[in-house]
């Protein structure tokens, strides 16, 4: 009866790296998901205590629970007021040209991480998965890699402390004798059991979880962290990556590496509403970072689901229902100012402000952040990306 009732819960929600789903199109339940992946919630002691050891304020996706979950943050904090550094490490699968605000989320974390830490950053495009899960040429996966990257560096990384790389590109040598030591350390089961993999899958597929495991230990970049063995690594990401890493920690005491840490998001919801994440094959679906103003009123406008009311009169005597209304969820995650953003939720819930008007300044606050990614976008050249991927040390990258 149990294994019933826990398959019936399974089959409730899937979240994994390719597939994010609610039962019968509803929202994620993050406290289930929690519990099932067995990751910490953030809790606002530990808010405070990177607010104290960064003497700056946290950012926005700390303040308001986007980044909500997290494994052994604690311990690199611990590691780190005692004067130890760590490193971070991110990466993208390069699935398309244009990423979309759900993809821009974990970078504008990692890029607050970085300064405010003043650590160095790996960041992993994989080209090769991405050839792998959505039957695209290598030429094709690494030229989007490339694009990919240009986005990623108008984010504003300090290329002093920032190294990027593509799969098919770097791994060798030291990187690839971790992944060795690692798939020897997972049995085909066990992948089956935290990826799904079926007999249909090819073997490309079940080899490569390696090959994201092990930028979490040091030793796969040589030319950065030669002799330090002992460092720590930090995981800022999305949560459908947890499995990953669920592995990699498993893994890591086995063949002598700390266990990476995570700090964990929520799903950026569709402009449709919270089933799950945005999908960059419904273009409809997101907001991507090459729109223009006009394609951003317009999806906002036509798109966006809203919690208001059905009629005026029932909107001024009911209030918008805050829970479903997309437009105030954007604008937790953009809206700089936590009093507008108290005053809009207020005046919204209470019937006094208007649908319109909500869409209204989120138009505005996206249009901002878009225009001036563009803008940053469009200065970012091919010998930048060149001097952000090459294979180089980086003497200042703790200074």
């Not at 099932?36 to 953030?42: A, E, N, P, S, T």
């Not at 959505?134 to 986005?151: M, P």
Request: net charge negative; proline share 5%; glycine share 8%.
């Amino acid at each position: 009866m149990e294994g019933t009732k826990a398959a019936e819960e399974e089959e409730e929600q899937v979240v994994n790296p390719w597939e994010v789903s609610a039962k019968d199109g509803g929202k994620i339940d993050y406290d289930k998901l929690i519990d099932k992946f067995g990751c910490q919630r953030l809790d606002q002691t530990l808010i405070d205590r990177v607010q104290r050891l960064t003497s700056r304020p946290p950012h926005v996706f700390l303040r308001r629970g986007v980044f909500f979950a997290h494994r052994d943050l604690n311990e690199v904090l611990d590691a780190y007021e005692r004067g130890d550094k760590f490193y971070l490490y991110t990466g993208r699968g390069p699935s398309s040209e244009a990423l979309h605000l759900g993809h821009f989320v974990p970078f504008m974390f990692t890029k607050y991480l970085q300064d405010a830490f003043k650590v160095p950053l790996v960041i992993q495009l994989t080209d090769d998965e991405k050839c792998m899960w959505k039957n695209l040429s290598v030429e094709e996966s690494q030229r989007l890699a490339r694009e990919n990257a240009k986005d990623i560096i108008a984010c504003g990384f300090d290329i002093s402390r920032t190294f990027i790389f593509s799969d098919f590109d770097y791994v060798g040598g030291a990187f690839y004798k971790n992944m060795v030591k690692v798939g020897k350390c997972v049995t085909y089961n066990k992948v089956v059991g935290i990826f799904g993999f079926t007999g249909e899958d090819h073997i490309g597929k079940v080899s490569f979880p390696p090959v994201q495991a092990v930028p979490s230990f040091p030793s796969s970049f040589p030319h950065l962290f030669s002799g330090k063995d002992d460092l720590r690594c930090l995981i800022p990401c999305a949560i459908d990556q947890d499995p990953y890493f669920r592995m990699t920690r498993d893994v890591a005491p086995r063949i002598g590496y700390h266990k990476p840490a995570l700090i964990e998001s929520l799903f950026f919801p569709a402009l449709q509403g919270e089933t799950g994440k945005m999908s960059a094959s419904d273009p409809n679906s997101a907001i991507y970072v090459t729109d223009s103003g006009k394609d951003i009123k317009n999806k906002i406008n036509k798109y966006a689901f809203s919690g208001g009311q059905d009629s005026i009169e029932n909107h001024r005597k009911y209030g918008a229902n805050l829970e479903v209304d997309i437009p105030i969820k954007y604008l937790g995650f953009f809206l700089e100012d936590d009093a507008e953003l108290e005053y809009i939720r207020t005046e919204y819930g209470a019937g006094r402000m208007l649908t319109g008007e909500v869409k209204k300044r989120l138009i505005e606050v996206l249009t901002e952040l878009v225009e001036r990614h563009q803008r940053a976008r469009a200065a970012v050249t091919d010998e930048m990306v060149d001097a952000f991927m090459a294979v180089r040390p980086l003497p200042n990258m703790f200074n």
